[in-house]
């Protein structure tokens, strides 16, 4: 019987899995992705108008002039960056993605720029625009009955094509830089250079992956800033019960009614030590957020921007009571008319048993005073 040392073998293993025409395609598809970027201009810093006297300016900073329509872009065109250089997507090989809307459009976006097929994964609940776009774009939808079937299904559908599952949710704080090269953190504190409060005291994101607010966390701390960042959480999303408790095992029995943001588990890309301040706030304030959003800039958004707004005015209102003065940064994730069909929906909302007027009461008390 003869053994192997492994220590001494006198063989030379030789394998060479080197493709050029792989290596041309990769670079390609890396130089149509950054092509997109150098195609694309900032998104815009929306001031709200708040009464003078209160001395805070809120801004919000509007992801949804991105080519694609959301925040999602900024993740999408990370993460196909991230996958090619690390040589997961192949030629003529599927994206698979798990998603509830936003991101999967970005990503059926990157995907024809590149040539590739792509199939999202989602809960049949989606918005039916979100589905549109998808397909706009040459992307499939795969329904599941339960937001918490989509990692499983997506990983599945992915071997079974010998397709790259992107994974969102394990990847989003991976793939971004988030010491700069125009990140959004960067871009933030770029355009309030000039503003009379340059360094906000808070800047207010949600949740879906927990990516953007690991960039905006992981940023203020490496540029010394002493801008506090908050994440404003949904009703059945296991983020603000797994931060507050120090759970990362926590999770939800339902998922989100706001799209995009919330998840019924704890995602790896969320970072709660780097989180300062979280707030949970009910879907119907969100709602009636965004219609007060509407009624002050005559813009209608999604409902995970009146999410991050509610919070964002709950902080404004904090600092009233202080006598503070200062600014508090939050974020158009989306437009609103992706969800003409729920949320702006009268026999929708009535439907999910919504009721909307005590916030927007609440609001209108807050417009009045400043009391939230």
Avoid at 211 to 232: D, N, P
Wanted: with cysteine; net charge negative; aromatic share 8%.
């Amino acid at each position: 019987m003869t053994t192997q040392n492994p220590g001494r073998s006198t063989v030379v293993e030789d394998i060479n899995r080197y493709s050029d025409d792989a290596r041309r395609w990769t670079a390609e598809a890396i130089k149509a992705v950054q092509a997109d970027a150098q195609r694309s201009a900032d998104t815009h810093m929306i001031r709200v108008p708040l009464p003078e006297e209160w001395g805070i300016d809120l801004y919000l900073k509007d992801e949804s002039s991105h080519p694609t329509g959301s925040l999602k872009h900024r993740l999408a065109r990370s993460l196909f960056l991230h996958a090619l250089c690390n040589g997961w997507i192949r030629p003529n090989r599927p994206v698979v993605e798990a998603s509830s809307g936003s991101t999967a459009v970005s990503e059926a976006y990157f995907s024809r720029l590149i040539g590739v097929p792509f199939i999202a994964v989602m809960s049949k609940t989606t918005s039916a625009r979100k589905v549109e776009l998808i397909e706009s774009y040459g992307g499939q939808c795969h329904f599941v009955d339960s937001p918490d079937q989509v990692y499983t299904v997506a990983a599945d559908l992915a071997r079974e094509t010998d397709g790259h599952y992107m994974d969102q949710f394990t990847y989003a704080e991976r793939a971004t830089d988030w010491r700069g090269n125009n990140n959004i953190a960067e871009s933030i504190f770029d355009q309030l250079r000039l503003e009379p409060h340059p360094e906000p005291a808070w800047i207010v994101a949600t949740a879906g992956t927990g990516g953007t607010s690991a960039t905006l966390a992981r940023y203020v701390r490496y540029t010394g800033r002493t801008t506090g960042i908050c994440v404003a959480d949904p009703d059945n999303s296991a983020f603000f019960a797994g931060w507050r408790d120090e759970n990362p095992d926590a999770t939800t029995d339902r998922g989100s009614r706001i799209e995009g943001i919330g998840r019924q588990r704890m995602e790896a890309s969320f970072m709660p030590a780097s989180i300062d301040r979280m707030m949970h706030v009910p879907d119907a304030a969100s709602i009636a957020a965004i219609v007060l959003l509407d009624r002050l800039i005559g813009r209608k958004a999604g409902g995970s921007t009146g999410t991050g707004l509610y919070a964002a005015l709950k902080i404004v209102s904090d600092m009233v009571a202080a006598g503070e003065r200062g600014s508090v940064v939050a974020l158009i994730c989306d437009g609103g008319d992706r969800y003409l069909d729920k949320y702006y929906n009268a026999d929708w909302l009535r439907e999910e048993g919504f009721d909307v007027d005590a916030h927007t009461a609440r609001l209108d008390e807050f417009m009045r005073t400043g009391r939230l």
